[in-house]
């Protein structure tokens, strides 16, 4: 499956990538492992961000929904629902 996209973390520590498979995934720098696979859309996630301080991360998928994610469990801790279409490009706000 495709990778959609792929961004650090603001330390360094860990890449987040985003998925045609329905899935996001956190990766340690330097292991090169995946720590946690982020299971919950129900289409390919086209984008994911790290929040300012990179405890949360953030999908955007087809599905018309967002997930806020903790970074530190790799649980849905929110998911935004009820937009009228895709949701294709993820971000948090600076402060």
């Known amino acids: 499956d495709n990778v ?7 330390a360094g520590t860990l890449v987040l990538t985003a998925s045609d498979d329905h899935t996001a995934k956190l990766w340690s720098t330097d ?20 929040s300012p301080d990179g405890t949360l991360a953030l999908t955007a998928s087809p599905d018309h929904s967002a997930k806020v994610w903790s970074v530190e469990t790799g649980e849905c801790v929110q998911t935004l629902s009820g937009h009228m279409g895709a949701v294709t490009s993820p971000m948090f706000s600076p402060n």
Request: charged share 5%.
């Open 4 to 10: 959609n996209s792929a961004v650090f973390s603001p």
């Open 31 to 50: 292991s090169g492992k995946c720590m946690y696979t982020l299971v919950g859309h129900g289409h390919e996630v086209n984008s994911a961000v790290f």
